[in-house]
């Protein structure tokens, strides 16, 4: 192997990263699989000893066409759902991802060619059409679902709709205690705020996913030409996202990760741009909607902390803080004890799944180990302090840096949590790729990214 090539393979190694979470998700779903584990864990070692390389490549815009082309031949092949009662509208998602096949070869031989860019563009504009015609065709194909998401999301809508309070009901446990907790409303009110109208208006909460994909790709093009890349470069890497090898299995599933994918990118979105109180709202909602975004908050107001001022970094707590506790608030009021219990101390009771992809399954699955609650608190807040502590003592900390540390702040997390499945990879997949987006052009500076002023097509 030769010096470019090695040098090639270091400079793409973030994408080749996302690529092996492709492969692991098509072949587990985030299921327990020992080889995968090491793949992963391998992966994430070389992604933290690369990150500080400073390491110089021209970036081929081929890059995201290749990884666009096999994708979408993938998912032509197979899109991947578990629950089919409708097979017309299956084989209408391997159509229309066989069409994007073929837009993305063409796409592959002409994507330089200046003189083919207005068929580019309309190869883009039909292929984000016929990505948005699949989304609903996996929720037609897919109408009932089989999973613990899809029933208590659809049922949480139901009793907010009737005036109940979600979090003290009872729900459908369709695991009959497997698992050993009680079916309850254990998401927070941002995701039960987001989901509830789309189930009372289209009768499945799933339509809010579609409807918050189309929306992160949308911003995800905003932020690339923000970034300084060409209009096909910036239309590239949305579709790169949204032909993800499992993402109509992720919408099936109905796992809440793609809201939370969408508040993630209009907070970096807002903190490219300095605008960090917007970025303080973004904040919140996100911290209103999982509770693993601690880790996010923490540092975030670091980074902040230091490309602005204590008081910045002060103003951007507080309104974090208040645009969450709007979201909280009506809950709390309603019934306080039931709301901690359900979504927060009920949480933490949790035994460890012996069958999701986390070495802390691998350990309780092989040898009925358990964690200690201090151990695991100690091993998700060591990346989240050092996160810290780096992005303070560096001269110039950037979004770059930032990213880094939140990609291996969950990686860890997810790695020894007590459950982790699909869905948690997936939100690593799209942290890695907006990553990428950051890390390339840190490297090769605007003057390699100009803007083809002859293009003035939008998304």
Known sequence: MNNSIKLNIKFYFPLIFFCLLAYSLRRTHGFIKTSHLIYLSTALVVFTLLHFKN??????EKITPILTSIFSL????KPDLFYPTNQYALLGIQLCSGIIFTGSIYTLLFFSNIKKRLILNRIFSISFILIAMSYILTIVSSSNPITDVFVVTME???FLKQGLNPYIQSYTDIFKGRYGYVAGYVYWPGVLLSLSPFKWIFGDVRYS????QLLTLLILYRLSLKLG??????????????????????LEQTWTENLIILQLCILFFFLNLKKFSYAAIALGLL????????FLAILSFFYVYKNSSLLGAAKYTLIAITSSLLVFLPF????????LQTTLLDVLKYQPRGDSLSWYSWLFFHYKVKIPGYLTGIIYFTPTVLGAIYLMKKAH???TDLLFFIVINYCIVFLFGKQAFCNYYYLIAFMILLYSIFRFKDFLGTQNFKSDSTDISGL
């Open 55 to 60: 390491i110089k490549y021209s970036f081929n």
């Open 74 to 77: 993938i998912l032509s092949l």
């Open 156 to 158: 949480g809508a139901d």
């Open 209 to 212: 996913y579609i409807f918050f």
């Open 229 to 250: 890349y060409s209009r096909l470069q910036a239309k590239s890497f949305p579709l790169l996202w949204s032909l993800f090898p499992v993402t109509f299995f992720v």
């Open 287 to 294: 911290c209103a909607t999982k509770q693993y975004n601690i």
């Open 332 to 339: 709390l009021i309603w019934d306080y004890d039931s709301f």
């Open 397 to 399: 900390s950037s979004i």
